[in-house]
């Protein structure tokens, strides 16, 4: 009972300082969409991806995030599009984030460039029944309650056929969700979010690439980076390790099932912090699109 007290606490200083909202996740490097709306369209596939996370493993209460994400090309909207979903729990709190996202894609040098705009939902809510009350009837603590707001993203997305980065922003206009219980408002906002991401792909010989990568969020006040590389053997199969700046390390490991389907795993190893560690699952598929054209040079390689 006492983790959930702190866990709770937690939660309430971060509405109240707005603090980093947005879901971690460890395989960022397969999970672009998320955050960057220029990505949607890049890869010239119909490309999905499911990722959930098990944050803190053993703690009560901690926070369970699933995400899907889906993009394809879109060759008569000069373009792509895509569409991200967030569900994430920590407690008796929920989150729903749903975006639907347009990039105009162009060539750009010896690459391609893609900008990109998201609009959706941000559902927030509370299970006020979970709440144990010292006192029955506490009109504190509110009931089942849920609000959403509207909330938009942009993002500009650059790649050849060995580096990309990316530089975008989510909740823009910083919405404010209420809460309405028990003659009470209660008001959580959604503060502004910066992601930079960049990664390359290097062929080290016929069999051996590494492909090293970096991650960085930030709402202006708070930031964490990630450090990634990953060594891929016979575009089959890679393991790497990230280090995530002032909590810990991160295992990587995974292997491309066959042309299409792909399954990855991440690990956290914290070590600045007592909550415990975390895992993640992804898997993800790629469905070709058949067209005449030829194949571009700029394309991404499977593991960008």
């Known amino acids: 009972m006492k983790r959930i007290l702190i866990l709770l606490l937690g939660f309430l200083l971060v509405v109240d300082v707005l603090a980093q909202q947005d879901p971690q996740f460890s395989q960022n490097m397969f999970n672009k969409l998320a955050n960057n709306p220029g990505f949607a369209g ?3 596939n119909i490309s999905t991806s499911v ?6 493993i053993g703690f009560e209460g901690a926070p369970s995030t699933q995400n899907f994400s889906v993009d394809a090309e879109i060759p008569f909207l000069n373009g792509g599009v895509g569409l991200n979903i967030v569900n994430d729990k920590i407690a008796q709190f929920s989150n729903l984030g749903l975006q639907a996202s347009y990039a105009y ?10 900008m990109g705009m998201s609009v959706g939902m941000f559902q927030s809510g509370v299970n006020g029944g979970a709440f144990i009350s010292a006192t029955e009837g506490d ?3 509110p009931a089942d309650v849920k609000g959403s707001k509207l909330d938009f993203g942009a993002g500009v997305y650059f790649n050849t056929q060995d580096m990309y980065v990316g530089l975008s922003s989510a909740h823009i206009t910083e919405p404010t969700i209420e809460w309405a219980s028990n003659s009470k408002t209660y008001e959580m906002g959604l503060t502004r979010h910066y992601f930079l991401i960049s990664g390359y792909y290097h062929e080290i010989n016929s069999v ?6 970096i991650y960085l969020k930030s709402d202006g006040a708070t930031n964490q980076l990630d450090i990634n590389t990953n060594l891929i053997y016979n575009n089959r199969m890679w393991g790497g390790v990230s280090y995530r700046l002032d909590e810990g390390l991160i295992l990587l490991a995974g292997m491309n099932i066959n042309e299409d389907l792909k399954f990855g795993l991440g690990y956290d190893v914290t070590m600045n912090n007592p909550m415990g560690n975390s895992l993640e699952v992804m898997l993800g598929y790629d469905f070709k699109i058949k067209t005449n054209k030829a194949i571009s040079k700029y394309k991404n390689p499977r593991f960008l």
Do not use: V
Request: proline residues 4%; without cysteine.
């Open 208 to 213: 051996l690439s590494l492909n090293p990568s």
């Open 51 to 56: 990722l959930h996370r098990s944050q803190w």
């Open 139 to 141: 009109d504190a603590i």
């Open 42 to 44: 890049s890869r010239g």
């Open 105 to 114: 894609r162009t060539e750009l040098g010896i690459g391609q460039i893609g």
